[in-house]
């Protein structure tokens, strides 16, 4: 006998990285290993150059291929929690800020990538400056890390904990979203420190650093696992604990390659390392 099941559905809109460490792959693994049926509309696709120092290789998808990938996934499935990841270009944006549009969500999570080496600098500011008008006031929870919260926040630099509570709570007043700055080893000391405000609770989030080099996928995964948390019922603040420890668990167990960065791996937090 067979019935059909209903896990909950989460959508990332998100570019592909070959390797597998970062991008829709990372986010797709997360909503697995969370038990959340995952889906992909695939924005871009990046392939690093292992000739040119592992560099980026940055080719988008027709904005009309993403407009009939999000077509097909909208009339598939009631969605209510969507994740954005890498966009990559101001078309892409517009389309992208258009399906958003099309209907009512309950949480939308953006992990703000901004400018991505391997794109031209122009194009890049018009697709940075897009993503702040068009898709940042859509969000209901955005995941800066330390350059994206100086950019969104407009400081010149976050050095401090005291900083980085500055920039949650200026990119909440500019966004209306739920805020996890992100301080991972770019802030001196011990922990790995984020902070989160929802415009009443300011909690420091610290956890201790595994080494202190970033690795592939922690950012993606970070919100891919609220993404999944919050689609699963999860408060938005049980939510960044719950990912944070998810985070930090695939850190501790990740995967090393030929590339110079090891990746985070999403099977850590259950299974530890592979025998
Ligand atoms: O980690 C940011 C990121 C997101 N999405 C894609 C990427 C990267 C970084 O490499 O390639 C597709």
Redesign the pocket.
Known sequence: MSSTTHPPVTLTI????ATG????Q?DLKTFQELGTYGITAL????S?DPKDDWN?R?VPVDPQVIADQLEAIQTAYDLGTVKI??L?TPATIDTVAKALQSQAWTNIVL?P?LI??GQEPGAALDTDQALKAQILPLATFVTPNHFESMSLAGMDSIDSVEDLKEAAKRIHEASGAVVLAKGGVRLEGEDAVDVFYDGETMEVLRAPKVGDVAV?????TLAAAITAELAKGATPLEAARTAKAFVTEGIRNRVSSHTPFDALWQGGAASGPAL
């Open positions: 998100a570019g592909s990285e460490g970062a991008g829709a990372a924005t871009c696709i990046v690093f980026h940055f990841g890498m990559g992990d990538v991505c080496k592939s996928g922690a950012g993606c």
